[in-house]
């Protein structure tokens, strides 16, 4: 048995996080899918292992852990890779980890779901949310504006909890080249060794045609 276990599945940008970043590392993992569109995360069986009934859960010998953030947290600690050299390195990581749970993944994931998984939408809902999420990602170009990356000049738990769900562009129906400092910012994250897209590092994709 792997020393890491994630359950997870590919469409999911907050467990593409935790999995990019125990990819990155090399790190002895394996995914285990969770059938969330069939609706395995709200049984009982699910909300016994993680009662929010939410995706990621990482499992190192007898630690459940859930919550992206937290995860990312666990495992720079634990595997000594992409976490902060001092305190005010920690509180800057912090701050954008909070950022993207608030603001950058809620909104992106929200209209992406609706978007292209969505059966019926209201178009109104779907402007509003992709609206938020455009605020977000400028705010972000803003801030890679003569960076490289999200905190320091190296790859951070911010920048890979950040980047969870922006490999989709089709899907959430944007064109990076609008944001110039976020798009060459992914491109250096894509071009780390290791780097797996989503869709190739988790399992479910793709999704059956009936669902």
Known sequence: MAQFVLRCFAQSGNAYKVALMLELCGADWEPVHVDYFGGETRTPAFRALNVMGEIPVLEHGALQLSQSGVILDYLAGVLGRFGPHDE??????MRWLLFDNH???SYTATARFM???ASDHDPAVLAEFSRRAE???TVLDAHLDG??????DRLTIADLSLCGYLYWPEEIGVDWDRY????????RIAAEPRWVHPYALMPGHPRPADR
């Open 88 to 93: 005010t390195e920690r509180r800057e990581i």
């Open 103 to 105: 603001k950058l993944t």
């Open 115 to 117: 978007r292209a998984f």
């Open 135 to 137: 605020s977000a990602w």
């Open 147 to 152: 960076r490289s990356h999200v905190v320091g």
């Open 180 to 187: 110039p400092n976020l798009r060459d910012w992914l491109a």
